[in-house]
């Protein structure tokens, strides 16, 4: 139990390193933001709080004093999580607003550090076993001290939970509306965390023994974190990895048509407006023009499609309606590219079908419809 609450610690302290380090290789740029200065001091809050309890985990005191490091952990837990609610509001509203709840959520900051800091020396915390504030030892004063600060934590999750979806349903920015929506992911776990941490102390305090269960709070404390270290940098990376899957996606495509543009081509040299490449540096164009000149051999081969051949029967049983369309058209382009080697033409010339019915106004809809016929043109091929 004690190697799995320890490997909880190391990934959530991790996860804070990281997300700290990745912000303030941006500090060149992006220090005269206010917003990124309070990210910053938030994710420094955040690290604090897991070096002090990797401090309370290794020593039994910190500067001479007893549990001190265990009541700095506490202490920046709470300014953290105030942090965290000052980001969320200088992320989603206007100044004068996000001004005022800044002004709000200092003040309840440092009246819930005065009051941990408070009872933790009227508990006399100093001279206390360790455990005491894992457990809370049924000691009404060490139970308060607890209680208190899992409320300051439990507070302010519910608060941004609240706020993130009204707030991401009101920006234009992708990257933060993904940010937003993270962060109230983070929020419900870390309540979790709040709420499994409640149960340990108040069954600890009654003598009930909860057994594997008291690890809850450990898995959702680091999962939460992780998630958390994630939303808070979302803004500055959820672009970039937003366009490299749209990148793969793209790319993936275009080696899905191949095997159909490359019959159609062979069957029609003229469609292609340049020697094929194997070079993907300018995706998109290639994308483009893949699409292109299947569309244009496709249309070549009309006075060979027999609209009587249909691949219904290589669908998978119960597929869509659309996917049973691109079999039937795979199968009538393999028929058609069959007929036209052989010049051996339908009765009836001339393709009245729904070729054109599709919107190739809609570059990603077309895309996504020629990689179905594609896929299953494929799957015609090795079948024989």
């Known amino acids: 139990m004690t190697t799995t609450r320890t490997l909880c610690f190391v990934i959530a302290a991790l996860s804070s390193y990281a997300a700290l380090v990745y912000r303030l290789c941006q500090v060149r740029r992006s220090w005269r933001d206010s917003a990124y200065r309070t990210l910053v001091v938030t994710l420094l809050l955040q690290c604090l ?17 007893g549990n001190l490091a265990i009541l700095v952990m506490h202490l920046s837990a709470v300014a953290f999580c105030v942090s965290a609610q000052i980001i969320l509001l200088r992320w989603a509203t206007a100044d004068e607003d996000a001004l005022r709840g800044t002004r709000y959520w200092l003040l309840t900051g440092i009246v819930l ?27 009404p004063l060490v139970l308060t001290y607890l209680l208190l600060f899992i409320v300051s934590q439990a507070v302010p999750c519910v608060t941004i939970f609240r706020q993130c979806g009204h707030y991401a349903r009101m920006t234009d920015k992708a990257s933060l509306r993904q940010a937003l929506q993270l962060l109230s992911v983070a929020a419900v776990i870390l309540f979790l965390y709040c709420l499994a941490r409640t149960v340990n102390i108040l069954t600890a305090a009654a003598g009930i023994d909860i057994g594997v269960w008291k690890l809850a709070a450990s898995v959702f404390s680091a999962l939460g974190i992780v998630v958390l270290s994630l939303s808070l940098t979302m803004p500055s990376w959820g672009a970039r990895v937003a366009k490299l899957l749209d990148w793969a996606d793209s790319y993936r495509s275009y080696r899905v048509l191949y095997p159909l543009w490359r019959d159609l ?3 029609s040299p003229d469609i292609v407006l340049e020697p094929p490449g194997a070079s993907v540096s300018d995706l998109d164009y290639r994308l483009h023009r893949r699409v292109i000149e299947i569309r244009d051999g496709w249309r070549d081969l009309r006075p060979y499609i027999d609209r009587t051949t249909n691949g219904f029967g290589a669908a998978e049983p119960g597929a869509s309606e659309e996917s049973r369309q691109a079999f039937a058209e795979a199968a009538r382009i393999r028929q ?25 106004d809609n570059f990603t809809a077309e895309v996504a419809w020629l990689t179905k016929v594609a896929s299953a043109y494929r799957r015609l091929d090795n079948a024989g």
Request: hydrophobic share 40%; glycine share 16%; charged share 25%.
């Open 49 to 65: 709080t897991f070096t002090m309890g990797a401090v309370a985990m290794g020593s039994k005191s910190f500067l001479g004093v």
């Open 113 to 139: 550090d005065a009051l941990l800091t408070a009872l933790f020396f009227v508990a006399d915390g100093p001279g206390r076993p360790a455990s005491d504030f894992d457990t809370g030892s049924g000691q």
């Open 265 to 267: 081509y062979e069957s």
């Open 336 to 360: 058609a590219l069959l007929a036209k080697r052989t010049g051996t033409a339908p009765g009836d010339d001339g393709d009245a079908g729904d070729f054109e019915d599709r919107d190739t």
